[in-house]
């Protein structure tokens, strides 16, 4: 029996929703969230037909207030929460020169100010328990850069960048850390 609970962050219809699937059937209590709230209903009702048990909190990980919001509704329900997935998804490809600012500034909000606002609030409650696990999956870009990548990679490799400085930070306090691609 688990104590705790795993948070899935971009339950979506790929990567999310698999983890979320795999980690229900393994007995954790999940917490799903996206902003997408009739999605996220739909998930939480297929992993409850399945035997788990799953709360759907709609929120944009990007916003502060709906972070600190969501870590307070997964507390009543299920208590610390023992890891944390971080899986949100956002794609662009462009010319640099075609890119607008305003299209770099989303994939950076989605990507790594998203993971830093969650990672906070999860760190806040994992501290005082001595232990956790954060996964953020990354990718490719994130350390293969390619021609007409140039907004999703500097957003991908600041959330590789953030993962790898909470590695330090939190990791001699017993919170693992990871980024994976």
Not at 4 to 19: E, L, P
Not at 68 to 93: C, D, I, R, W, Y
Not at 140 to 148: D, E, I, L, N, Y
Not at 153 to 165: I, N, P, Q, W
């Amino acid at each position: 029996m688990k104590t705790g609970y795993a948070m899935i962050v971009g339950a979506g219809s790929g990567t999310g929703a698999a983890v979320a699937k795999r980690l229900a059937a393994e007995g954790w209590p999940v917490v799903l969230t996206r902003r997408n709230a009739e999605a996220l209903d739909a998930l939480a009702a297929e992993i409850e037909a399945a035997g788990g048990r799953a709360l759907a909190v709609a929120a944009d990980a990007g916003d502060e207030a709906e972070v600190s919001a969501l870590f307070e509704t997964a507390a009543e329900h299920f208590g610390t929460p023992e890891l944390v997935v971080f899986a949100t998804a956002g794609f662009a490809m462009g010319h640099l020169v075609e890119t607008e600012p305003s299209r770099l500034y989303e994939l950076w909000q989605g990507s790594t100010l998203a993971g830093f606002l969650i990672a906070r609030e999860a760190a806040k409650r994992m501290l005082p328990a001595g232990s956790g696990s954060l996964l953020f999956i990354g990718a490719t870009a994130s350390v293969k850069q390619s021609a007409g990548f140039s907004a999703f990679a500097a957003a991908k490799h600041g959330l590789r960048a953030l993962a790898g400085s909470l590695a330090r930070e939190v990791g001699p306090q017993g919170i693992h850390v990871a980024h994976l691609i």
